[in-house]
């Protein structure tokens, strides 16, 4: 990539200074040609003038020695002394490079001057009237296009600055490789596994795009080191919640077929319920599974938010008392949704049991009208949710820092089914601080206005 960099610049800069070049010597020849005309055209009148009153003399050749006088005097190349005669007939020797047609008779015989050029060749005639005819003086010279030593320094200073650019090219080549080759090997060596590998940290005030690439992918870096923590954590979860179960079933199953209790009754009920939390477990897999896929089905209608709440929340209320703990329950009447009933007894349901993990002695289910939304706020008075984390408690690798004294499932499935079901039916979740010590989950619904007819109940399936 330097070379690349050093090639690209020089080449520009060269490239820059042919152009420049070829500009200014272009604009030079012009100037200098525009130039010479304009003193040919004076001179040429002058000379007509001192040439016409040498030719009416009977002096012999002595115009003829006079012009050539003229001639070194204005530094001509060449000068030629013609006249028009009878007829319009142009008699006499023109310059060289100069031909009859460059020059107008009409306009000489009116008093013109004529004048043009060749490339750098530059002409002009004047003509006067004498006794021998019309006398036409044509004087001719090269216009002096180059630069002179001007151009040597030219080429001195295009050379100086074709090499200050390869160094600069080099040395900025160098300074933005440096970090991007940095950027490329911490890429790679993320990619291979290495999930703690870091890129140093640029200047709080930088915000050129190189910052902002290292800042970019350091928080892509960390983002990834703690999903692969948080998925380390969702598998021993998983694995523990499983292997739980499972070794119970098959003791108390040993037991049974080796006659080794004295209650076979009881512990067919064990390995029951040992089964159903297996069952529970696995049914959480797969509605997040589908819930992720968008592969379920919505059934929503206008309901009394109040009453779904009511009637999930008194499910849990014999579990609650089995737990020492004190179950609340606020709900008025009238705070209408349009949501699937089923799926937000589900919401209460999983909030619920999230709260029974944890609470000490108190679990607090309300229901309130907050701005345009209808909430459904479960509090518990058992350790909380530290701040870092309350971002994290919906999604689906998130496992509480505090172990619950009251564990059936540590994988946090209950609460990321929460935010599928809840985000489908066009809410959303939060967390916070409860005010009576614990955590507070939240779940947040449209609220269906009194005075607006509710919307017509249908089926939706979630795409």
Not at 53 to 79: E, K, M, W, Y
Not at 98 to 126: M, P
Not at 386 to 398: G, I, K, Q, S
Not at 440 to 447: I, N, S
């Amino acid at each position: 990539m330097t070379r690349r960099l050093v090639l690209a610049i020089v080449a520009t800069t060269v490239a820059t200074l042919i152009v420049a070049g070829l500009g200014t010597l272009i604009l030079a020849r012009a100037g200098a040609r525009a130039t010479t005309e304009k003193e040919l055209r004076r001179q040429a009148s002058e000379l007509v003038a001192g040439v016409a009153s040498l030719a009416d003399r009977p002096t012999g050749d002595r115009p003829v020695l006079a012009l050539n006088v003229f001639a070194r005097a204005f530094h001509l190349d060449d000068v030629a002394v013609l006249y028009i005669g009878p007829g319009g007939r142009l008699t006499g020797t023109l310059s060289q490079g100069v031909s009859e047609d460059d020059l107008s008779l009409s306009r000489l015989e009116a008093g013109e001057v004529v004048s043009g050029h060749h490339g750098d060749l530059v002409y002009a005639a004047a003509s006067q009237a004498t006794t021998r005819g019309t006398l036409v003086v044509v004087a001719s010279r090269h216009a002096d296009a180059g630069l002179g030593p001007a151009g040597r320094w030219f080429v001195l200073a295009a050379a100086g600055s074709a090499l200050l650019a390869a160094i600069v090219a080099f040395t900025l080549g160098r300074r933005l490789v440096r970090p991007v080759r940095q950027v490329d090997d911490a890429a790679r060596a993320i990619a291979g596994g290495e999930l703690t590998t870091r890129l140093p940290d640029p200047p709080a005030g930088a915000t050129d795009e190189l910052s902002d690439l290292v800042r970019s992918v350091n928080a892509m870096a960390t983002e990834l080191q703690r999903s692969h923590d948080l998925e380390q954590q969702f598998l021993l979860s998983i694995s523990h919640d499983l292997r739980t179960p499972l070794t119970s079933i098959r003791g108390y199953a040993e037991a049974i077929s080796d006659g080794a209790t004295s209650d076979p009754a009881w512990a067919a009920g064990v390995i029951g319920s040992e089964a159903q939390r297996l069952d529970r477990l696995v049914q959480d897999l797969l509605d997040l599974a589908r819930l992720r896929a968008r592969t379920f089905s919505l059934h929503p209608s206008s309901l009394d938010l109040g009453d779904v709440v009511r009637t999930a929340a008194e499910a849990f209320r014999p579990d609650a008392a089995d737990a020492g703990v004190q179950l609340l329950v606020t709900a008025p009447p009238g705070v209408t949704v349009h949501a699937d009933g089923e799926r937000v007894a589900q919401v209460v349901a999983n909030l619920v049991q999230n709260a029974l993990k944890y609470a000490d002695r108190q679990i607090s289910i309300g229901v309130s009208v907050a701005g345009p939304a209808a909430v459904i706020a479960v509090d518990d008075d058992g350790p909380g949710i530290p701040t870092a984390d309350l971002p994290h408690v919906f999604e689906r690798l998130y496992v509480a820092g505090h172990h619950p004294a009251r564990k059936e499932s540590g994988s946090g499935l209950g609460l990321a089914i929460v935010r599928e079901l809840v985000e489908a039916m066009g809410g959303r979740v939060g967390a916070e601080r409860s005010p009576i010590g614990g955590a507070r989950l939240v779940a947040r619904f449209p609220l269906v206005p009194a005075a607006l007819p509710a919307p017509a109940t249908h089926v939706r399936e979630v795409p």
